[in-house]
């Protein structure tokens, strides 16, 4: 059959799920165009995406590309998972934004690579320009000053979650935020996903599920929900046990924002060293596309304080009094820089439990896989503990549904 009789197909059957017809663009995953075809022809598979943070969100856009119908599901309010932007309205009604997750991100990989560029055509991504370095608390002087443009750092635009928020309008995507995926349940006679929420309400049934989260199976999911993990680990062994040796670093940041600039800070970003209580502090007003109305900045505690910090407090959900002391402890030490910080109008930390995965279980296949039951587990976690890793999962995650559906 000639492709152009393949796409008219695909068009007709398209027009009947009221979705439009997208080619994959430039970068994005693309099936071979015999794989493509096929896998269009049938648009009839359902996928649950859990988690829409940068690798399920990926996932979902590829998979919804090739004509799957997707449908996200997250416990947070919006997109973006460690990307997120955390919206405050102050006292006075004024709105302050702030990306307290990943800063910004850098590319190495070729695939990853196209994908940015075609966000940054979107105008979705975009450098920031600016000049890094770090600051030794020993000496109190900035050292290794890097000049801007000497390694990318990318931004999203207006705010880190931009790609997540562009794919939950995609066509074939279909989102459900606050509402945590409860129990994943295989029902072998059907060979299909059945999904309940924490509360047991039924939230569909699916011909495969990705799961972006290694909580699926970890004993964190009790700790914070106080219920047993949604994938029974009997139902995947192997994965189960790959999921086990997940470990991960907590971080506290901590936002900022000033009426007056910090002008004795010479760069935008910087790394904090000999310091036991921070790592990094960002200037998130000074980022492309940013409100300019005050400077506000985020810093981030070392793995070292946040563990001392749960260790004594547990892992339950911090209370204020907790996210109050911490805030008053990380503004010390970046007061105690001599870099005559003055006083913020406005402070508040975040606990991230889970910031960066220590191992990565999937180095070589970049996300775990059960065929047989078309389940698939993404995440930075896989690969590497940033974006790209991320990016790179979720994208091999939908390859091997789509695989799969175009085999059917
Ligand atoms: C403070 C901090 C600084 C960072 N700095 C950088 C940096 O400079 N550069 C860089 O590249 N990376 C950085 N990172 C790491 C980067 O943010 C992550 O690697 C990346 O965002 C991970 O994406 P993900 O999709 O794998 O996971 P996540 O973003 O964690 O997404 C998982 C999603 O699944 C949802 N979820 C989990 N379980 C369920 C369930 N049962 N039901 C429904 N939803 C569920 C969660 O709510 C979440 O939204 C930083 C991270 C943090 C926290």
Redesign the pocket.
């Known amino acids: 059959m000639s492709v152009k009789l393949d796409l008219h197909l695909i068009q007709s059957v398209y027009s009947n799920h009221s979705t439009s017809l997208q080619q994959p663009p430039k970068g994005v995953l693309r099936l071979r165009k015999s794989k493509y075809s096929a896998a269009m022809k049938r648009v009839v598979a359902k996928v649950a995406v859990?988690?829409?943070?940068?690798?399920?969100?990926?996932c979902a856009s590829s998979l919804a590309r090739n004509g799957v119908s997707v449908t996200v599901?997250?416990?947070?309010r919006g997109?973006?998972?460690?990307?997120?932007q955390r919206r405050e309205v102050i006292e006075d009604g004024k709105e302050l934004l702030f990306d307290?997750?990943?800063?910004?991100?850098?590319v190495r990989n070729s695939e990853v690579m196209g994908l940015v560029q075609e966000w940054e055509a979107r105008a979705l991504v975009t450098e920031w320009k600016e000049d890094f370095g770090s600051f030794d608390c020993g000496t109190k002087k900035f050292v290794d000053i890097e000049k801007d443009g000497v390694s990318k750092k990318y931004v999203g635009l207006p705010g880190?979650n931009s790609m997540c928020k562009a794919v939950c309008r995609e066509n074939g995507v279909e989102t459900k935020f606050g509402?945590?995926?409860?129990k994943l349940d295989w029902l072998e006679d059907k060979k299909s996903w059945h999904l309940t929420?924490l509360d047991g309400q039924v939230l569909g049934q699916f011909d495969g599920v990705v799961?972006?989260?290694k909580?699926?199976v970890s004993s964190r999911?009790t700790s914070t929900t106080g219920r047993t993990p949604?994938l029974d680990m009997t139902l995947a062994p192997e994965l189960a046990l790959k999921l086990q040796e997940v470990s991960a670093a907590p971080?506290f940041?901590l936002m900022l924002a000033f009426a007056e600039s910090l002008s004795s800070i010479p760069v935008k970003g910087f790394s904090f060293k000999n310091s036991e209580v921070l790592s990094?502090a960002f200037c998130d007003s000074s980022k492309p596309g940013r409100s300019a109305t005050c400077e506000c900045w985020v810093l981030?505690s070392t793995a070292e304080y946040a563990r001392r910090v749960i260790a004594q407090y547990g892992l339950q959900k911090p209370s204020t009094f907790l996210l109050s002391k911490v805030a008053e402890e990380l503004l010390k030490e970046f007061q105690s820089t001599d870099l005559n910080i003055p006083h913020p109008f406005f402070m508040k930390a975040h606990r991230?439990g889970?910031?960066?995965?220590v191992t990565a279980i999937a180095k070589e296949d970049k996300c775990l896989w059960d065929g047989s039951k078309r389940l698939a587990v993404?995440?930075?976690?896989?690969v590497?503990?940033?974006?790209?890793?991320?990016v790179l999962?979720?994208m091999t995650a939908a390859k091997k549904l789509l695989d799969i559906f175009s085999c059917l």
């Open positions: 859990v988690g829409c943070g940068i690798s399920g969100s990926i599901f997250d416990s947070g997109p973006g998972g460690r990307m997120s307290h997750g990943a800063p910004y991100f850098v880190m509402t945590t995926v409860g929420d799961a972006s989260d909580n699926v999911f949604p971080c940041v990094r981030h991230w889970s910031a960066f995965p993404c995440g930075d976690f896989c590497s503990p940033d974006v790209e890793g991320a999962s979720g």
